[in-house]
């Protein structure tokens, strides 16, 4: 265990250095934007499943333009919702989901988003990944892991966890992790996955991880590793 302890202390620490000056997931951006305001990185979250994330920074900013509270993008009609948020995928999905989710927040939460995971599970759309990341970015919580499609890969690629499934991946990341890392594990790993440890072809020449990582799983890598090229998808 304490071998997994400075496994994970080790890649940690390599990587607050390697992600500085990448550029920062879309809704870690939203969020330092607008102060950790929880609505707009609720809000944020919900579109980014399955987008790139210059397309969720986007609409957010265009959609956050128009209505920035739980009222006022209540009070907004599904299909103007649609207009806004598009061409995010699934935005006819996402905008009923949104909306419902803002009426429920005005008429039962005070138009206040609800720190608990069981309130948030509540609302539409939201399960643990988008609930777990608005209690690390606004509610600075110490005791959530957010794991997507990236955390997910990367932890089994680094022998960190052996899961099916990112629910999975989560319960098990509490037990291989030392708590001090989990408000940062998806930061840091959802940015080195949208960069350089990327789900087909990771960049493992040149990666800062490499002298660590045993590579579970990885058949195929790319020949060349630049560390700041190549389209970004957040999941
Ligand atoms: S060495 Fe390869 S598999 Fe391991 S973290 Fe780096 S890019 Fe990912």
């Known amino acids: 265990m304490r071998e997994r302890a400075r496994h994970v202390e080790a890649i940690m620490r390599a990587l607050a250095r390697a992600i500085d000056g990448l550029e920062l997931p879309a809704v870690e951006k939203i969020s330092q934007k607008q102060e950790d305001d929880p609505f707009q990185v609720l809000i944020a979250t919900l579109l980014s499943a399955r987008t790139q994330d210059a397309t969720t920074f986007a609409a957010s900013t265009r959609l956050f333009a128009v209505a920035c509270t739980p009222e006022t993008m209540a009070a907004l009609p ?21 909306r419902a989710t803002c009426r429920i927040l005005v008429e039962k939460f005070g138009g206040r988003v609800p720190g608990t995971m069981e309130e948030l599970l509540t609302l539409p759309g939201v399960g643990r990944k988008t609930a777990n990341l608005v209690l690390i970015l606004s509610f600075k919580s110490h005791r959530n892991i957010c794991v997507d ?79 700041n090229a190549g389209a970004r998808v957040a999941v």
């Open 78 to 98: 599904v299909k103007r919702i649609e207009r806004l948020i598009y061409p995010v995928s699934f935005y006819r999905h996402k905008a009923r989901h949104v």
């Open 149 to 227: 499609t990236h955390v997910h890969r990367i932890s089994n690629r680094l022998g960190w966890v052996r899961t099916r499934t990112p629910e999975e991946t989560e319960q098990s990341l509490y037990t291989s992790t030392a708590s001090r890392w989990w408000p940062y594990l998806n930061l840091y790993l959802v940015t080195w996955g949208q960069h350089v440890c990327r789900p087909i072809s990771p960049r493992c020449s040149g990666c800062a991880l490499a002298e660590w990582c045993p590579r579970v799983g990885v058949s195929r890598t790319a020949r060349v590793s630049p560390p």
